[in-house]
């Protein structure tokens, strides 16, 4: 607790209880009193005001109205009403809408309203710290989102410009050693992409809500297995994909794009390099109450413990891969967001198969 | 299903993803038909004063979002000004290399923008998206 003196402005048309007030606690607080209600606001312009008391039963404006008219200006300074036995309803009611922090009977104790001071005076203190945090949160968040803004264009504009000038390579047929190297640079960029996109999609699952659209899975999956054709290792797998389609879907579809993407590049990179017929299976079903996606791999697969820990940040059950651990994760967290479940069922060495159901939202 | 030879206005700031998008097309087969700006301003001028040219082909208009000055949106902004019957013989895509939701939203609930693709361009994307 801060050991400046506590400001308390006390409003009450009888004189003679303002000057037994100031008699009583002058040495412990800084008083400021008057009879009158405007006054008191002037009071409380000029002045950082802690705690504001105020008696109920005054000519022209109870102490409850009073507060009613500062709380808009002045809601900071805390709130204890004087008041006499007769006026208890009223009381009650002002305490209930949150006007008054405590009532005080008159008269007064003098330790008990002191302490009732004190209390309100670390009630004030709480708030204003409360206020400051989050201020400083605010900030702090207002950054980060600047900071995902500008790591989605300007990390991502270059790499993608690369990507793209490769994807012209390869489409020229460029071959032999260059080709080679091509490939080396279009896997690392790929890499650090994907990283890139990660983690700018989870701080954007993190706080946007959800934005629906009319999605056609059969053009849905079109446009994201391509994206798939030039990934590692890709070539050599088996693309099976399944769609059935019954009425519309309503769904996210950047957090579905994000699920999808993290699912396939999974099944992709952790692929069974001693098996010949490598294959991923994608199915997507939906009726009038959901979806349900399955990605199914016959690759390395996971064992028990490691299938428990899947959806955790930064798990990697694999040493030979690049991933950074995050995908998952961030599949788990956009599944949550969309209202819906996953689950993995797997053996090591026997592929994994991701099933995910989420709500139509029609 | 239209007949026209599609007409693509190319416009992004940067000229590597200019080089790279027009080869991309034109290896595609998609058109040869490709007009290149490395600003909006230049880019709306050559529309709006190209009427004749506009009415013989199918008109696709590409617009990077991330652009000094004028940025994509700005473009469109302006783009929007054109009468009915310039708009009309037009379709607008929005590019970018960024994923930021909330841009392709903005886009997106723009009736005119037809979408927004992310780069580096899926040319067969763009063809199917232009000839539904």
Redesign the interface.
């Given at each position: 607790m801060s050991n400046k003196k506590i400001n308390v402005l006390y409003l009450d048309d009888e004189e003679h209880n303002l000057t037994s007030f100031k008699a009583a606690y002058r040495r412990e607080y800084n008083i400021f009193t008057t009879t009158s209600a405007n006054e008191a606001v002037q009071v409380l312009s000029e002045n950082e005001i802690h705690v504001v008391i105020s008696d109920q039963k005054m000519p022209n404006l109870s102490g409850v109205e009073f507060f009613e008219l500062i709380i808009p200006d002045f809601p900071d300074p805390v709130r204890i009403l004087l008041t006499g036995y007769a006026d208890i309803e009223a009381v009650i009611d002002a305490i209930n809408k949150g006007q008054v922090y405590r009532y005080v009977a008159k008269p007064w104790n003098e330790t008990d309203l002191k302490i009732t001071i004190q209390n309100a005076f670390e009630l004030y203190n709480n708030r204003i710290q409360l206020k400051q945090q989050n201020v400083e949160i605010q900030k702090a968040y207002n950054e980060l989102e600047k900071f995902v803004?500008s790591a989605?264009?300007d990390l991502?504009?270059p790499?993608?410009?690369i990507?793209?000038?490769l994807?012209?390579a390869r489409?020229?047929n460029i071959e032999g050693k260059p080709a080679e190297y091509f490939g080396m640079i279009e896997r690392t960029v790929n890499q650090l992409d994907g990283f890139v996109?990660n983690i700018?999609?989870y701080y954007?699952n993190l706080k946007?809500g959800e934005?629906l659209?009319s999605i056609d899975c059969a053009l849905f999956l079109d446009?994201i297995t391509?994206?798939f054709e030039f990934f590692e290792g890709a070539d050599n797998i088996r693309f099976n994909k399944m769609v059935q389609q019954d009425g519309e879907l309503n769904l996210d579809e950047?957090r579905l794009k994000m699920i999808l993407n993290n699912l396939l590049s999974n099944a992709i990179k952790y692929r069974d390099e001693t098996k010949s017929d490598s294959s991923v299976d994608i199915s997507m079903q939906s009726d009038a109450n959901s979806l349900k996606l399955v990605v199914k791999d016959n690759g390395i697969g996971m064992n028990r413990e490691d299938r428990m820990k899947a959806f955790e940040m930064f798990f990697r059950a694999s040493e030979r891969c690049t991933g950074s651990g995050i995908g998952l994760f961030i599949v788990k967290e956009a599944v949550d967001k969309m209202g819906g479940e996953i689950s993995v069922s797997s053996e090591l060495g026997q592929g994994a198969e991701f099933e995910v159901v989420i709500p139509n939202k029609r | 299903m239209n007949e026209k030879e599609l007409n693509i206005f190319l416009i992004d700031d940067?000229d590597?993803?200019i080089v790279?998008?027009t080869?991309?097309l034109k290896?595609?087969n998609i058109t040869s038909r490709i007009r290149s700006f490395t600003n909006g301003a230049d880019a709306l001028q050559y529309i709006g004063g190209n009427f004749e040219e506009l009415d013989k082909y199918l008109n696709v208009i590409l617009i990077d979002i991330?652009m000094p000055v004028l940025n994509g949106f700005d473009v469109f902004e302006k783009y929007m000004e054109f009468p009915d019957e310039v708009r009309k013989k037009c379709k607008v895509f929005l590019l970018s290399?960024?994923?930021?939701?909330n841009d392709?939203?903005k886009a997106?609930d723009n009736e005119e923008i037809i979408k927004v693709l992310?780069?580096?361009?899926?040319v067969?994307?763009l063809k199917r998206l232009v000839s539904a």
């Open positions: 803004y989605s264009h991502r504009a790499l993608v410009s990507l793209g000038v994807k012209l489409t020229e996109q700018i999609s954007q946007k934005i659209a446009e391509q994206h950047m | 940067n590597i993803d790279v998008n080869k991309l290896l595609a991330q290399s960024s994923i930021d939701r392709i939203q997106e992310e780069k580096p361009l899926d067969y994307l």
